[in-house]
Protein backbone atom coordinates (compact mmCIF):
# COMPACT_ATOMS: atom_id res chain seq x y z
CA UNK A 1 0.00 0.00 0.00
CA UNK A 2 1.08 3.32 -1.18
CA UNK A 3 1.61 5.31 1.99
CA UNK A 4 2.58 9.27 1.23
CA UNK A 5 3.25 10.87 5.15
CA UNK A 6 3.84 14.68 5.46
CA UNK A 7 5.57 16.56 8.20
CA UNK A 8 6.23 19.55 9.43
CA UNK A 9 3.29 21.69 9.71
CA UNK A 10 2.82 23.81 12.16
CA UNK A 11 2.60 27.58 13.75
CA UNK A 12 4.31 30.33 12.30
CA UNK A 13 4.55 34.10 12.85
CA UNK A 14 4.56 35.86 9.55
CA UNK A 15 7.59 36.30 8.09
CA UNK A 16 9.01 33.07 9.70
CA UNK A 17 10.13 29.80 8.08
CA UNK A 18 8.34 26.11 7.88
CA UNK A 19 10.26 23.17 5.91
CA UNK A 20 7.62 20.24 5.15
CA UNK A 21 8.95 16.47 4.61
CA UNK A 22 6.98 13.84 2.64
CA UNK A 23 8.34 10.31 3.07
CA UNK A 24 6.76 8.42 0.19
CA UNK A 25 6.91 4.37 -0.05
CA UNK A 26 6.55 4.20 -3.66
CA UNK A 27 8.92 1.50 -4.95
CA UNK A 28 10.15 3.22 -7.90
CA UNK A 29 10.35 6.95 -6.11
CA UNK A 30 12.28 8.97 -8.81
CA UNK A 31 9.88 7.83 -11.64
CA UNK A 32 6.61 9.67 -10.03
CA UNK A 33 6.56 13.49 -10.22
CA UNK A 34 6.39 14.87 -7.32
CA UNK A 35 4.51 18.37 -5.70
CA UNK A 36 2.86 20.30 -2.48
CA UNK A 37 -0.78 21.30 -3.44
CA UNK A 38 -2.57 23.94 -0.45
CA UNK A 39 -6.46 24.01 0.49
CA UNK A 40 -7.13 27.21 2.48
CA UNK A 41 -10.86 26.91 4.03
CA UNK A 42 -13.41 27.86 1.17
CA UNK A 43 -10.70 27.80 -1.60
CA UNK A 44 -10.09 24.93 -3.91
CA UNK A 45 -7.27 23.27 -3.88
CA UNK A 46 -4.19 24.45 -5.97
CA UNK A 47 -0.63 23.35 -6.88
CA UNK A 48 2.18 25.43 -4.89
CA UNK A 49 5.40 23.83 -6.00
CA UNK A 50 5.86 20.87 -8.02
CA UNK A 51 9.31 18.92 -9.06
CA UNK A 52 9.97 16.61 -12.36
CA UNK A 53 10.94 13.10 -11.93
CA UNK A 54 13.81 12.96 -14.72
CA UNK A 55 15.52 16.48 -14.61
CA UNK A 56 14.05 17.36 -11.55
CA UNK A 57 13.08 20.54 -13.03
CA UNK A 58 10.60 23.04 -10.52
CA UNK A 59 7.75 24.90 -11.09
CA UNK A 60 6.19 27.53 -8.67
CA UNK A 61 2.59 29.17 -8.00
CA UNK A 62 3.62 32.81 -8.69
CA UNK A 63 2.66 33.78 -5.24
CA UNK A 64 5.25 31.68 -3.66
CA UNK A 65 7.53 32.51 -6.24
CA UNK A 66 11.32 33.29 -4.59
CA UNK A 67 9.66 32.82 -0.85
CA UNK A 68 9.07 28.43 -1.24
CA UNK A 69 11.72 25.91 -2.50
CA UNK A 70 10.35 22.18 -3.51
CA UNK A 71 13.42 19.41 -3.54
CA UNK A 72 13.42 15.92 -3.77
CA UNK A 73 16.07 13.36 -2.32
CA UNK A 74 15.68 10.16 -4.42
CA UNK A 75 17.71 7.98 -2.18
CA UNK A 76 15.52 8.79 0.88
CA UNK A 77 12.18 8.81 -1.45
CA UNK A 78 11.71 12.07 0.41
CA UNK A 79 10.08 15.76 -0.98
CA UNK A 80 10.86 18.45 0.87
CA UNK A 81 9.01 22.09 0.77
CA UNK A 82 11.10 24.95 2.41
CA UNK A 83 9.19 27.54 2.99
CA UNK A 84 10.52 31.17 4.15
CA UNK A 85 8.89 34.74 4.47
CA UNK A 86 5.63 33.01 5.40
CA UNK A 87 2.70 35.27 5.22
CA UNK A 88 -1.15 34.94 6.65
CA UNK A 89 -2.32 33.71 3.12
CA UNK A 90 -0.16 31.05 2.82
CA UNK A 91 -1.99 29.60 5.94
CA UNK A 92 -3.92 26.32 4.28
CA UNK A 93 -3.26 21.97 4.58
CA UNK A 94 -0.66 21.35 2.14
CA UNK A 95 -0.47 18.16 0.96
CA UNK A 96 2.31 15.98 -1.02
CA UNK A 97 1.12 14.25 -3.89
CA UNK A 98 2.97 11.94 -6.70
CA UNK A 99 1.88 11.50 -10.49
CA UNK A 100 3.24 8.81 -12.78
CA UNK A 101 1.93 11.31 -15.79
CA UNK A 102 1.99 14.70 -14.84
CA UNK A 103 1.36 16.14 -11.42
CA UNK A 104 -1.74 17.94 -12.51
CA UNK A 105 -3.37 15.08 -11.83
CA UNK A 106 -1.80 12.84 -8.74
CA UNK A 107 -2.00 9.15 -8.24
CA UNK A 108 -1.29 9.03 -5.09
CA UNK A 109 -2.11 11.60 -2.44
CA UNK A 110 -1.14 12.28 1.77
CA UNK A 111 -2.78 13.09 4.36
CA UNK A 112 -2.27 16.89 4.71
CA UNK A 113 -0.56 18.71 7.22
CA UNK A 114 -1.77 21.94 8.57
CA UNK A 115 0.16 25.32 8.14
CA UNK A 116 -1.10 28.53 10.35
CA UNK A 117 0.85 31.67 9.35
CA UNK A 118 -0.41 34.40 12.07
CA UNK A 119 -0.19 38.12 11.60
Known amino acids: QVQLVESGGGLVQAGGSLRLSCAAS????????MGWFRQAPGKDRELVAA????????DYEDSVKGRFTISRDNAKNTVYLQMNSLKPEDTAVYYC????????????WGQGTQVTVSS
Open 97 to 108: AAAWRTISSPTF
Open 51 to 58: VGRIDGST
Open 26 to 33: LRTFSSYH
